[in-house]
Structures are given as structure tokens and as C-alpha cells.
């Protein structure tokens, strides 16, 4: 494929993953409607955080619980520069570079200071570091909102009740929504493709190189802070991408949709369900996991409802809706054991040749 | 050079008291900022007590990491547990807590502690079996269970004591405050202290004069050596990590009582802390787990004192000092 040395291998896998680019691409003329295009418009995102986040966690082999600090460094730099400056596209801009310079630095920072010693720093300093970003987030409401977060008005092309062309295509109407959806889906594509090169580059297959060993990695001459702290910065970078793209769309940034626990945890389950240290893996995982959280919640409240009319103890609480993390972490690690390498390495084992 | 010399064993390794003294230079260091020397005093306690309750939950954490590199993210799963293990033994008892009576209440604090130390120490041992044994010596694999056994832990507390918080009021004789002076000193966080103290010093003695401490130290020290030597290092390790569940609940005991309400996802904000702690203290080391929880603590209430909305940012930034200061923390361990 494109800008790859490596497309995916195995029929079904290609057919798979070539099924939902092209849905996606055409979704507002295949699902029209208010649901499914927010559904759409959520599967590009969380595709670009997990590819991004791929980067990390498949490629270099670290595991970050700040990418979705990043996420909401990307959004509240959009969301506050358009709430501060009105819709205008230079507040975009400035929105978007100034989210990427805070993340990188702050990116920067963290690997320089947990990478030094031992890997495993990493993983909990970033742990610290994202749940002080949140409190941090939440008490500073004369600039964030607080926990209400903030609404924003976009650029006039966005805006819902904006007509691109008066008459309808393909029995739509193009309006505001779909010229929304369409950047959204083109920014991701734009950054899915940069780490796509990133990942084929010899800067890549270093970073691989580290995650099978270290100590040989070193040996050889690589540095390895180095990398690793570049690595982290670039999945940064693509994480502040998502996130931008992500107030743009929801015109409103606030903790729930930019700094939830529950995005960092759904970002691992996407790449680690998807397939880890593959990119295209994170484009399935997250349009397995999307929908499965639309139409999972709805299961569990049937069989919820279900076991509490039957009488049964403690079920009724095991599958109300409210729990389906519950059921997707167990999900989670089973994968994490039998399915290291995810729905990519489950499909391409067919006519795996090259080994 | 004497006989005796010969005979004698290695020379001790000079004891290293600077980190030891840290938290007594942040006390006189912010002392100036506080203004009265009674907030002062109560704030420092409230520190001490702190620090005691996240070093009995850290310890755990440090120890199981040192022995089998093993970094536990479901150990806050082990805090929650404890409090609700707690709101099990106390709530149908509440009619005993409002008795105003020392040997009574301090009863029913042993009898909530000794419950939580049974039923996590259990619940440990399942945890290590189901989540932990399948990926030992996989070091990315095992991060990712344990994140996983975390979040079906969190959720199943969640679904069997329902999402609310549960208010739990500590027995009569806790409440209230020692009055030193114009310092009020809670009474609660004197007996935390007390715990986490009897605590220390129980571990410290355990780890330091048994058999199975000596083992326990050299396994921090070099794994592969004590395999080597003919010990099943694994299932001492089991023995550790259902000790350091134990500890992780006593400390969600003490901390439900301390913040008088009990809720699921207070295991994950306190991990965040305990993770600083083992950090700064030096991966491995309970006595720089000991010292950089005193010292989280400390700062975690002069900060919330000075800057409240800043507490967090400022344990954050004695993690970069001492990082600077330190590269492998306060007292590090073998090779780490």
C-alpha cells in the first residue's frame, strides 16, 4: 500500500481493511442521518489515536497512559483558541500549533526525564503526570471551563446550517456536517499516512529494533533515550491531531471528551484488539470498538433487564450497561494473552509466507 | 588491625542518611511560608499521617516490583477493596462505633484491618494466578494484564456495591482532635500514624531478622542468584504479592476512615501517588518507600495548604528534583 513497505498480508485482511477506508470515505452518502455520521466521524478519530498511539505501545514497545493527555491538549488548544478568538480559521491554526508545541514539550520533558534510567519509569511517570494534567484541567475553570467545559462556535463552513451546493447529491444534503466530516476524515487519512511513513522508516525499524532488545540496540550504536523520547513526541503529535479534529467536530471541549480515563483505556483496547505494531490494525480496532460501544451497551441493558425479570442475583448488576468496560477489559485481556498480535495477526496467519 | 578482623563479616556499607533527612528540610524549608507555627503543627501531622497510610499502601507495590519486575497496576484495585472490605465490617457494627470508647473502637479498627488483610490477601492470590502467572517474563505483556485486571476489578467493585459512594463515619473515639497548644491534631490521624508506624517496623523486622526476609531481600537484590542457590523464588514471590494485596488493603482501611467515604475509583487516584512514592523511594526499597511517602505526604499538605489547586503539581515536581537529584531514586536497589 501507499507510502508502505509493508501492506497488510492476507486477502481477508485486505478486503477488511479496504472495506472500512471506503466506508468511511463515503459514509455521509451511505449512512446518512445524525447517528451514524458521528459514529463515522468518532471511528476516524479513535483510528488516528490509536495509530498514533501504535507508535508507542506496538512499535517502540512503551506503554504511555498520557496519550490521551495529548488528545486533550489537541482539543482544548482548538476548543479554547476558537472560544477565545471566535471562528475564524486562523484561530484554528493557532489553536493546532500552539496544542502541538505544548504537547511536544511536554512529550520532550517526559521522555528526557523517565527514559534515563529504565523504561518502566516511563509508564508510570506518564501516569502521574496525565492525572495532574487532569486535575490541573478541572481547577483551572477561569480558562478550561472546569468540568463544564466550553462550547465554541467554528468557522462558518462547518457550522451545521451551512449549504455547500443548494441542490442534494446522491439524495444528500451537503451542508455544514459533511464538510465537517469530510476534514476530519482527510486530517486523519493526512496523519495516518505520516506515521505510516514514520513507521517504514529506518527511524522505525530502529525503534523495533529497541523493543526486541535493548541492550543490542545500544551495542550497535542507536541511542536509545533518544529514540524513544522522539518516538513519544511524534505519537504525541498525532494524538494532539486527533484531538483538534475531535473539538472541531464535537464544537465543544470539556474533560469528558477530551481527558476521560475511559479515552486512554479505549485507545489501548483499540490497538491491543486491532493489532499491535501494525498501524492498519488500529483502523479495525477502532471501528470494531466504536461500534461495538454503541450496540454493546444496548446488549447488555437486554440481558440485564433479562436476568433481573428472571430474579437472578448479582447479574442484573454484571450486565447493566453502565459496565460495559467491565465486559471489554475482560475482552482486553484475553486478547492481550491469546491474541498478542490482534485482529491483524488473526487474519493475515491464512497465507503468511514471508516470514 | 586486629584478629577479630579476620573473622569478622564484610565491612558494613556506610549508611546513607541525606535522603533520610529530606523530609525534615522540606519541613524547615516551607515552615517560614505557613505563617502560624500551630497550622504548622497540624498540618505537619496531617502529612506524617499521610505519608504513614501511602507507604502501607506502596510498600507492597515496591517489594512485588523488586522481586519479579512485576509492576502491579491492579494494586489500586487492592486499596478499593479494603475500603469496601471496611464499609462490610463497620457499617453493621456502627451501633459499637458510636460507643465512646478507646479499647472498643480500637477493637473494631483490628477487626476491619484483619479483615482486609484476609480478604485481599486472597483476592491477591487470584489475581497473581489468573492475570499475572500467564505473562511472567513478559515484561510489555504483563503491564497490559494487569491494566486489564484493573479495569475489571474497578468495574466488578463497581457492580457488586453499586456506583455510589458509601459514607463511613470512623468509631466515636477517632473523632475529634488532641489540642497541643493553639495546634489541633485530629485524633484519627494519630492512630493512621500509629498503624503505619507498627506497620513499618513489622516489615522492616520481617524483612531484616527471618529467614524468609533474608530471602525476600536477596531476591530484590539479584533474582537469578537466589534461583541459582536452590530457592523457589516463585512461590515465595506469591507469598509477597499476597502480602503487598494484604498491605494495599490496610492502607484502603485506614485511608476509607480518613476520608470517611468509600468509592471505587479511589484505588486509581491513590496508585497515581503510590507510583510517585515508589519512584522517589528508589524501586525495591521499603525504606525509601518509607521516607519519599513521608515526604509526598508532607508536601501533599503544605502544597494543599499554600496552593490547592497546585498539591498534585507539587508532588510531580519533588518527583523531577529528586530524579535530578537521584537518577534511580532515594535509596536504589541492586542493579536497578
Not at chain 2, 494494586?75 to 457494627?93: D, E, K, Q, R
Request: glycine letters at 12%; one cysteine or more; a neutral charge.
Amino acid at each position: 500500500m501507499i507510502l508502505s513497505g509493508r501492506p497488510p498480508r492476507g486477502r481477508t485482511l485486505q478486503a477488511l481493511v479496504i472495506a472500512v477506508t471506503l466506508a468511511l470515505a463515503l459514509a455521509p452518502f451511505l449512512f446518512p442521518g445524525v447517528k451514524p455520521l458521528n459514529v463515522a466521524a468518532k471511528v476516524c478519530v479513535y483510528a488516528l489515536l490509536g495509530a498514533s498511539y501504535d507508535l508507542l505501545l506496538g512499535y517502540a514497545g512503551m506503554v504511555s497512559f498520557a496519550h490521551v493527555m495529548f488528545f486533550g491538549v489537541g482539543s482544548y488548544g482548538v476548543g479554547l483558541a476558537l472560544y477565545g478568538l471566535g471562528p475564524s480559521w486562523g484561530a484554528v491554526a493557532l489553536g493546532l500549533a500552539a496544542g502541538l508545541a505544548v504537547s511536544t514539550l511536554l512529550a520532550l520533558a517526559i521522555g528526557l526525564f523517565s527514559l534515563r534510567v529504565q523504561a518502566i519509569f516511563f509508564t508510570m511517570v506518564t501516569l502521574a503526570v496525565s492525572y495532574a494534567f487532569n486535575v490541573l484541567a478541572s481547577q483551572l475553570d477561569w480558562l478550561t471551563g472546569g468540568e463544564d467545559g466550553r462550547s465554541f462556535r467554528v468557522p462558518e463552513i462547518l457550522q451545521p446550517g451551512f449549504r455547500l451546493i443548494d441542490r442534494e447529491a446522491f439524495g444528500v444534503a451537503l451542508g455544514g456536517r459533511q464538510v465537517s466530516y469530510y476534514l476530519v476524515l482527510v486530517g486523519c487519512v493526512v496523519v495516518f499516512l505520516a506515521l505510516l511513513r514514520i513507521v517504514n522508516s529506518p527511524f522505525g525499524r530502529v525503534l523495533e529494533a529497541i523493543r526486541e532488545n535493548p541492550f543490542r540496540a545500544e551495542a550497535l550504536g542507536y541511542r536509545i533515550v533518544f529514540h524513544r523520547t522522539l518516538a513519544t513526541c511524534l505519537a504525541a503529535a498525532g494524538a494532539t491531531f486527533a484531538g483538534a479534529l475531535n473539538a472541531l467536530w464535537l464544537r465543544y471541549v470539556g474533560p469528558d471528551t477530551a481527558l476521560a480515563g475511559s479515552i486512554q483505556i479505549a485507545t489501548l483496547v483499540v490497538v491491543v484488539i486491532g493489532g499491535m505494531g501494525t498501524l492498519y490494525g488500529a483502523i479495525l480496532g477502532a471501528a470494531l470498538f466504536v461500534v461495538a460501544q454503541n450496540y454493546l451497551q444496548t446488549l447488555l441493558g437486554a440481558v440485564s433487564t433479562a436476568a433481573g425479570d428472571a430474579g437472578l442475583p448479582l447479574l442484573p448488576g454484571l450486565f447493566h450497561p453502565d459496565r460495559w468496560l467491565l465486559w471489554l477489559g475482560l475482552l482486553f485481556i484475553l486478547a492481550v494473552y491469546f491474541a498478542p498480535a490482534g485482529l491483524v495477526g488473526a487474519l493475515s496467519r491464512e497465507d503468511d509466507t514471508t516470514p | 588491625m586486629s584478629l577479630d578482623d579476620f573473622g569478622a563479616a564484610l565491612p558494613r556499607p556506610k549508611p546513607d542518611f541525606v535522603p533520610a533527612l529530606t523530609p525534615l528540610v522540606v519541613a524547615l524549608v516551607v515552615a517560614p511560608f505557613i505563617g502560624s507555627a500551630s497550622s504548622f503543627v497540624t498540618l505537619t501531622a496531617a502529612g506524617l499521617a499521610m505519608g504513614m497510610m501511602i507507604f502501607t499502601m506502596a510498600s507492597g507495590l515496591t517489594l512485588v516490583f523488586g522481586m519479579m519486575d512485576v509492576l502491579n497496576f491492579g494494586h489500586g484495585a487492592f486499596i478499593s477493596l479494603g475500603a469496601y472490605v471496611a464499609t462490610l465490617v463497620l457499617l453493621p457494627l456502627a451501633h459499637w462505633a458510636q460507643v465512646d470508647s478507646w479499647p472498643l473502637d480500637l477493637a473494631l479498627l483490628a477487626l476491619a484491618l484483619a479483615a482486609a488483610v484476609v480478604v485481599c490477601g486472597l483476592f491477591g492470590l487470584i489475581f497473581e494466578r489468573l492475570v499475572v502467572v500467564p505473562v511472567y517474563g513478559q515484561h510489555l505483556k504483563q503491564i497490559l494484564a494487569t491494566i486489564g485486571g484493573s479495569i475489571v476489578a474497578e468495574q466488578l467493585l463497581y457492580a457488586l456495591f453499586g456506583p455510589d459512594q458509601i459514607a463511613l463515619a470512623p468509631p466515636a473515639s477517632f473523632r475529634g482532635a488532641f489540642v497541643l497548644g493553639d495546634a489541633a491534631i485530629e485524633k484519627y490521624r494519630v492512630v493512621a500514624t500509629v498503624v503505619g508506624l507498627v506497620v513499618f517496623v513489622g516489615l522492616t523486622l520481617a524483612l531484616n531478622r527471618t529467614r524468609i526476609g533474608l530471602l525476600i531481600r536477596a531476591g530484590v537484590q539479584d533474582r537469578e542468584m537466589v534461583e541459582a542457590l536452590g530457592y523457589r523464588i516463585d512461590r515465595l514471590f506469591v507469598g509477597v504479592f499476597m502480602a503487598g494485596a494484604s498491605l494495599a488493603g490496610v492502607g484502603g482501611v485506614l485511608w476509607a476512615l480518613y476520608r470517611e467515604q468509600v468509592h471505587a475509583s479511589m484505588g486509581g487516584e491513590l496508585l497515581v501517588l503510590c507510583f510517585i512514592v515508589i519512584i522517589v523511594g528508589g524501586l525495591g526499597s521499603v525504606g525509601g518507600c518509607f521516607i519519599s511517602a513521608i515526604l509526598v505526604g508532607l508536601i501533599d499538605n503544605y502544597a494543599g495548604f499554600l496552593a490547592p489547586k497546585l498539591a498534585i503539581v507539587a508532588n510531580i515536581l519533588l518527583m523531577v528534583v529528586v530524579l535530578l537529584w537521584r537518577p534511580r531514586g532515594l535509596y536504589p536497589v541492586g542493579g536497578r
